[in-house]
Every structure is written in C-alpha cells, then in structure tokens.
C-alpha cells in the first residue's frame, strides 16, 4: 500500500486476475449480481415512496370486494355487478379462453385450406390465395378488428329491420341470433351413444391394425369411423322420438328475444383473429409441405403405394413435424391478441382485471400483477406442451 | 366395339386423326393450369364468380363513383346518386394534415418534414450498399433517431412541443423506426447473453427474454400507463410517449433476440474455433466471424419481426396515444363525417400494406443478394 512496488503489484494481481477468462467471467458475473440487486433495491424504494406519499396500500384485498360494473357477455358463469372482483376476472378469463379456443380452431382449419389452396396447381386459384393472404398480413391485426367489428356496428341494420335468413337466422347491429336447441329429457341417450360410438371406434381401429400386421388387408378405417360415429347416435336419437326442439329467436320490442345472441365484439374478435392467424398458418403449412422432398413421394410411389396413403404415411407425417412447432407459437400469438378484446368493448382478462377493475379501484400495481401471470402461465404452458411435442416428434438422428 | 369399327374402313379411306392436343402457347397453358381436372374447374369457375362478385362493384365504389372533394359527409353524398353509393375520399382528403402530422403546432410543420426528409436521407445509406462514402452515411444514419427527436421535440434553441400533440403518420414513424433502429443491437447483447457461458448473464437473458415474449404487448402498455411511474424516483415526470418507446423497444428486442439466437445456433463450432485459433478475443471474434453469419442467416427472421414490431405499433391507440389508426378511429366520432368508417380503414390499410409489403420484398431481395452459397 505505502510502497509505489506493493501498488503496482496488486494492480498486477488485478490485471492478470482479469486476463483469467474463468476469474473474468466470476467477475463480471458479480458484478451483475450487485447491479441487479442495487437496480432492484432502488426500485423497491422507489415503489415504497412512491406509494406511501400517494398514500396507496400494496395489497390484494380489493379482489373479495363487489366489482360494481357489468359485463354484458357472459355465457359460462353467471355474473351481477354485486360479484367479486375475483369473479369478473374469472369471466374475463373465461371469455379469453372462449376467444382463443374458438379462433384456434377456425384459425387452423381456414390456415390448412388455404395452405394448401396456395400450393394448388390452378394458377388463378393459388393467385387469388396468394393476394388474400398478402394483403392481409401486411396490415395491424387491431385494423381487422376494428374494420369487422365497425361492419357490424355502421353496416347491419338496428334489431326491427334485421337482415334475416328464412326467419331464422338474423343479422343486426347488436348481434346474430340463431336458433337455440332446446334438449328434451330422452337426449341423454343420444349423449350416452355418441360415448359408445367413440369406444366402438377406438376398439375398431385397434382391431382393424392388428388385421393389417397379420394379413396385410386395410379396412378403409377412417370412412367406417365416421359412419359409426355419425350414424349410431343418429339411429338413437330417431328411436328415442327425436328428443330435442328448437327455440327460434323472435323479435319482441327492441331486440329478439329467444335463441342463442351471438354479440358483434365475440363475433368480431374471434373473426378477425382467425383470418389473420389463418394467414401465418397457411404459410407454415405451405412451408412445410414444401420442405418434404420430392424424392420422399416418388420412393413411396416407387414401393407401390397409392397416392393417398403416400400422403398419409409418408408426407404429412414429416410435413407435421416441420409444421407444428411455429403452428403452437401462432396459437400463442392468436391468444396474446386476444387482449386487443379491449379495444371493441369485449370483456376478456385484460378489459375486466385490467381494465375497469384497475380504473374503478387504483390499484394499478395489483391488477397489472395479476393479468401479467395470467399471460405468463397460458405461455409456459403452451410452451411446455411444444417442447413435449417437439421431443416425442424429434428425429432419431444417428 | 371401336376395334370392329376400325376393322371395316377399307384401305385408303380411314379419315384423318385430329391433330394432337397443343403443349404450348396461351390454350394450352389454360388448360393446364386452369381445367385440368373437374375439381379444378369447378374452382376456376368459382374464382372468376368470386372475383367477378367482389372487383367491379369495388372499383365503382372507390373510383367510379368516388367523390374527391367536399366539405362534409352531407355535401359529399349530395353529390352522388345516392348516398354512401360511393367513397368520400375528400374525406381523407380534408383531413389528410391531420393524418400526417397530427396535433403538431401547424407553423412547426417544417421540423416533421426535415425529420421524413431526413429518415428517407438516412435509410439510403443502410438500404444501398454499392453508396459511395457509405461508412460516413451509416455514421450519419446511427444518429438521425436522435437528431430528428431533437427537431420533433424541440429545446435546445427550439421551440418546444408536447410529445402528446404527436399523432397520425409521424407518431407512427416515430414509434416504428424508434423501436426498430433500437431493437437490433439490443436483441443481439440478448441474443449473446443466452448464448454465454456465464450461468448468471444467461438466466437473466431468458427470464428477460421469456417474459416478455410470454405476455402480450398491451398488457407492457398498461404497464407503461399506469405503473412504470411508481418505479421511478419520486418527482421524476417521465413522458409517456418515453416510456411507450421503451416498451416498445424491449418488446421487439426479445423477439429479435430469439431470432438472432436461431442464426447463431447455426454457426458452427469451428467457426468459433477458428476465431480463438487466430488469438481474436470473444468481441473480435463475434464482430469479424460469428455475427456476419449469423445475421445473414437471420435476415428473414429479422426484417420479420421488423414488420411486427411496426404494425404492433397501433396498439398505442389503446392507451390513448393517437397514431395513424387512432387519429383515423377518433375521426370517425367527428359527426361532420360520422359513417365513413371503411373509407378510413382502407386508407390506413393501404399505408400500413405499402410500408410492410415494401419491407418484406426488400428482406426477399437482401437474401437473395447475399445468398453466396451453392
């Protein structure tokens, strides 16, 4: 310390510390640690104050305290503005997931049609796709929201004059009615054997494989399935004196009354979500097929196989494998748009939780907590389940 | 049957076969690729219906019987057959300064022109590589983001402006080339950082990076709004479309870091090998060897989440801040023009399909450009 020697020694211990890859990266990496906890800390602080001059509490206790605001869409519980806060963000959260499954599914099956309509060989057909889909990726999901959701709200006509197909169906500015089947008490019969038709099904075609290890004979399995799955519950239900009525929406007042009411924002949201997705999808698919190798179809070909089951057994099996993982991760983006619910008054996690509830209580710190780990879990679960997948799909490599 | 038929021509006067079917020119070409089969007629068929429902009635509402200038709805619609027959495009029109700059001080329209100017300047340099003196472009094109905020904004001997008089086209810009020139160097120091080999940067890399890919981009909003001011020392007046930005960037930037991550999971060991062998430090190594590589291949990927990021940038209308989208919804309250709501959508459409179609032909061209393998 005192000597100019012992000075310029430690700086050479330091030095030659430093030039250590294994000692630097130690030393960097505390001193990562110590910013970290010192950038913490101060928030923390900074929380603290911030809260007490504003003379707000950090606490959860507001969630068992009645919400006070109604949300007009609710089809899975029931719901009164006298409820929990805990409760409205139970229906937000099931409306989210109402909007997501929903989408996901119109969503693939639309994206796989259009895939494969992109790689048809009718020039006309794959140009049109090809334009549609352009088009509409290249523009912000929340303007396909906003332009579908304002079709029904400037263009359909108010209740009274509703635009209705054969008295049945009917299009207005504050939703779709149609027709709400009424169950009667024999259904559960046909309930009961649609159950057995699945078991009946799942036995048949372990059967029907067995049949082809041994002999080499192939039942067309996927036909007959659906005729038992079709046609068992059908015979039932006609035995049974077709249990079942159907309530027809009628105008009464100002709105119809009856039926199932299909509001513009659900019918919007999970629109214009599905076609923008529909569109990424289709590209995957498109992808995918693509990338499984002429050679793949003409070696099957080559040992005889028939075109179908060459698409069956050998290319859509490796096109899955391309296919699936980028498809979860468009799942999870359809279900992270979701929460642009908000932006047309739908009332999904983030309009309740996020939303009225944030604005009718303060508590800002809270409630974004809360819909943050909402999100999160969804994600890691949807991930999880991809790394499930990808490693049961992964090839074997050598 | 056909063979006895055949049977009975006497020699010489077996009629002339029809000439074989045509393999080239424009029938044939519609043969093969539009009734080739059933199934494919009958598609054609319905395309040509479709096409034939959808584009003449479009083309009359947009430009047939469009009318170009008016002062309001009502004066417009009194100039058609019948009203909303066709677009009201003079209401675009009308509102077109509104569009573009928003609520910025009309006497200070200069500063967003030299700023679009001065982007357009800026872009050259990045965009063309056969540029001469391109290094000093580039230099110049690093600081325009903080030389046109300095102009938008104002201080320093300017006058200032409110960043919440921003709006239409500019504020769109401004969050877009914002998030967009930020979030590619911070997505690669992420990128990295999960690569490292030091556990501690690399956990906190992927929790960074998970969370915010785990939630969506309005709940970050919210949290910007509403919350981002309890974290910072009291007394500090952070502005808001500060703090979007930030979000925004961060946001893009662990995207962007995935990205990046796949290109450099791509390159092979040796290549880092080969650095080390040559004495280049970890930074030497990156900069000369691994990144060139590794963005090549993630070009795609890149210019990707580029488009994004810039059409992700119309959430803001959710939190109140009024882009191109916003200015457009808000206008549609305006009860002058009340109804013309597919006017407005289409014309954002259009801009937003312009910008990004543009960005993702250009990604096309870069690959092939540097598409050096075999």
């Known amino acids: 310390m005192d000597s100019p020697s012992s000075k310029s020694n430690q700086a050479s211990i330091l030095l030659r510390l430093w030039r250590n890859q294994e000692h630097r990266s130690t030393i960097i990496q505390i001193f990562t640690i110590v910013i970290m906890l010192v950038f913490l800390g101060m928030i923390v602080r900074n929380v603290d104050t911030n809260m007490r001059t504003i003379g707000k509490e950090f606490s959860f206790d507001f969630l068992n305290s009645p919400a006070g605001y109604d949300i007009t869409f609710q089809p899975f519980i029931s719901y009164s503005p006298t409820d929990t806060h805990t409760r409205a963000g139970i229906v937000g959260l099931l409306n989210t997931f109402l909007v997501a499954i929903s989408g996901i599914i119109i969503a693939t099956i639309l994206g796989f049609t259009l895939g494969i309509l992109r790689l048809s060989n009718n020039w006309l057909v794959s140009r049109i796709v090809y334009v549609f889909l352009e088009f509409t990726r290249n523009v912000p999901i929340l303007l396909h929201i906003l332009f579908v959701y304002g079709i029904f709200v400037y263009t359909f006509p108010v209740p009274k004059k509703a635009i209705s197909i054969s008295d049945t169906v009917f299009f207005s500015n504050r939703g779709v009615y149609t027709p709400a089947p009424v169950f009667e008490e024999g259904f559960k019969y046909v309930f009961i054997s649609i159950l057995i038709a699945i078991l009946i099904i799942f036995f048949f075609i372990r059967w029907s494989r067995k049949v082809q290890d041994t002999t080499g004979k192939i039942y067309p399995v996927f036909y007959i399935s659906i005729a038992i799955l079709i046609g068992l519950p059908l015979v039932i239900f006609f035995s049974a004196g077709s249990p079942i009525s159907i309530e027809i929406p009628a105008l009464k007042g100002f709105n119809f009354k009856g039926g199932t009411s299909i509001k513009p924002e659900y019918i919007a949201l999970t629109f214009a979500l599905s076609y923008y997705t529909a569109c990424f999808i289709a590209e995957i698919v498109r992808g995918g097929i693509l990338a499984i190798s002429k050679g793949q179809t003409e070696a099957a070909h080559g040992l005889g196989m028939r075109p179908n089951r060459t698409l069956q057994l050998i290319v859509i099996p490796q096109a899955l494998r391309v296919i699936i993982p980028p498809l979860c991760s468009q799942y999870l983006n359809l279900t992270k748009n979701s929460s642009l619910a908000i932006a047309i008054g739908y009332m999904d996690v983030v309009a309740t939780i996020g939303g009225i509830s944030l604005m009718q209580t303060g508590k800002e710190m809270e409630t974004m907590i809360i819909v943050l780990l909402i999100y999160l879990c969804i994600s890691l679960f949807i991930s999880a389940f991809m790394n499930w997948f990808n490693r049961k799909m992964a090839l074997e490599d050598r | ?374």
């Open chain 2, 1 to 374: 049957m056909n063979n006895q038929k055949i049977q009975n021509y006497t020699p010489g006067s077996h009629p002339d076969l029809l000439p074989p079917v045509k393999t080239s020119g424009p029938l044939a070409w519609v043969r093969k690729n539009l009734f080739s089969s059933t199934l494919n007629s009958i598609l054609t068929l319905f395309s040509l219906w479709l096409l034939w429902s959808i584009i003449p009635p479009f083309l009359d509402w947009a430009f047939f019987n469009s009318i170009w200038t008016a002062a309001n709805r009502e004066e417009c619609w009194d100039q058609m057959a019948s009203p909303a027959l066709g677009a009201c495009w003079a209401f675009i029109e009308n509102r077109f300064s509104l569009f573009t700059y928003g609520f910025y001080p009309p006497h200070l329209h200069w500063r967003v022109n030299l700023s679009f100017v001065m982007l357009v300047l800026a872009l050259i340099p990045v965009l063309y590589e056969k540029l001469p003196y391109r290094k000093y472009g580039l230099i110049y094109s690093a600081i325009f983001p903080f030389i046109s905020g300095w102009l938008l904004v104002g201080g320093f001997g300017l006058e200032t402006v409110d960043t919440d008089q921003f709006g239409g086209i500019m504020l769109t810009l401004i969050l877009g080339v914002t998030g967009i020139s930020f979030s590619l160097p911070i997505g690669i120091m992420l990128a990295l950082g999960r690569q490292s080999n030091m556990p501690i940067l690399r956990i906190l890399c992927v929790i960074f990076i998970e969370f915010i890919r785990g939630v969506p981009l309005i709940t970050l909003l919210f949290v910007a709004s509403t919350m981002l001011n309890y974290f910072l020392p009291p007394g500090t007046v952070f502005d808001l479309l500060l703090r979007v930005l930030i979000m925004v960037t961060l946001f893009a930037s662990a995207y962007m870091a995935e990205v990046i991550r796949g290109g450099l999971q791509a390159i092979t060991k040796g290549q880092h090998e080969a650095g080390d062998s040559l004495g280049l430090t970890y930074w030497q190594a990156h900069r000369l060897i691994v990144l060139p590589q590794a963005l090549k291949i993630s070009i795609p990927g890149i210019v990707n989440t580029f488009i994004g990021l810039y059409k992700d940038t119309t959430l803001v209308l959710i939190i109140g801040m009024l882009d191109l989208l916003g200015i457009g919804d808000a206008s549609l309250a305006d009860a002058q023009w009340a109804g013309l709501a597919n006017e407005i959508y289409i014309f954002v459409a259009l801009f937003f399909f312009l910008t990004c179609f543009g960005m993702s032909r250009y990604s096309i061209y870069l690959e092939k450009k540097l598409h050096t393998g075999h």
